[in-house]
């Protein structure tokens, strides 16, 4: 069964970069159906996609957050990791990685979720 | 982008209940639609995708339905374990959008 878990810093100073990583156990991130997700909630709100990658490389990131955001694979250690530069308060969520076919994009599979709060 | 609009935001019910919680998308999205459930401290889990179709494992009790804009997550008699948050994703196109969520909470 697919198992994924966040990783990184709960704390983050104002205008620094977030940087997680999602482990994958159980399947290969190398599979060439999937899509690997990040996904945030900021407390209160609703849900929100930031991007995913495809273990090609190929990224897909929402426009409003592109120019902070990067994603990467790292298929010998069967995990993938996001990058955001330049953060706010605006960006303090929860952080979860997801995968999903690329055929039906539904998030199959999610993570915990792991707190991030951006604060001096 | 497709804003997502879901009601209720929360209620109340009791075991063996029928509930039915709603999702409108801003624009057509034709059967793109899927339902997650999620307790604190778990991973969401994919109930529903393409507006009714199950995923593997979830019980016949969770009912969606819908389609264009108006779509529907019923879940017919609620057990004990089914008190949680549900919410809808439209998997339309990018960006992926989400509901605002539904927490169902024991009357």
């Known amino acids: 069964q697919l198992q994924l878990q966040e990783s990184g810093p709960r704390l983050v100073k104002p205008s620094e970069t977030l940087s997680l990583t999602c482990a994958v156990s159980?399947?290969?991130?190398?599979?060439?159906?999937?899509?690997w997700d990040w996904i945030r909630q900021p407390p209160g709100k609703e849900l929100e996609w930031i991007g995913n990658i495809h273990s090609t490389g190929t990224t897909y990131y929402k426009a409003s957050l592109k120019s902070r955001v990067t994603m990467s694979v790292d298929a010998s250690k069967n995990q993938f990791s996001l990058k955001l530069s330049s953060v706010t308060a605006a960006d303090t969520a929860a952080y979860y990685c997801?995968?999903?076919?690329?055929?039906?994009?539904?998030?199959?599979?999610w993570g915990r979720g792991t707190p991030v709060t951006v604060s001096s | 982008d497709i804003q997502m609009t879901q009601s209720p935001s929360s209620l109340s019910a009791s075991v063996g209940d029928r509930v039915t919680i709603t999702c409108r998308a801003s624009?057509?999205?034709?059967?793109?639609l899927a339902w997650y459930q999620h307790k604190p401290g778990k991973p969401p889990r994919l109930l529903i995708f393409?507006?009714?179709l199950f995923q593997r494992g979830v019980p016949s009790r969770f009912r969606g339905s819908g389609s264009g804009t108006d779509f529907t997550l019923t879940i017919y008699s609620l057990q004990p374990e089914d008190f949680a948050t549900y919410f809808c994703?439209?998997?339309?196109?990018?960006?992926?959008?989400f509901g605002g969520g539904t927490k169902v909470e024991i009357k």
């Open positions: 994703q439209q998997s339309f196109r990018t960006p992926f959008t």
């Open positions: 624009e057509n999205i034709d059967n793109s």
């Open positions: 997801a995968r999903h076919k690329a055929d039906d994009n539904r998030f199959e599979s």
């Open positions: 159980g399947d290969s991130i190398s599979s060439s159906n999937y899509y």
């Open positions: 393409f507006a009714s």
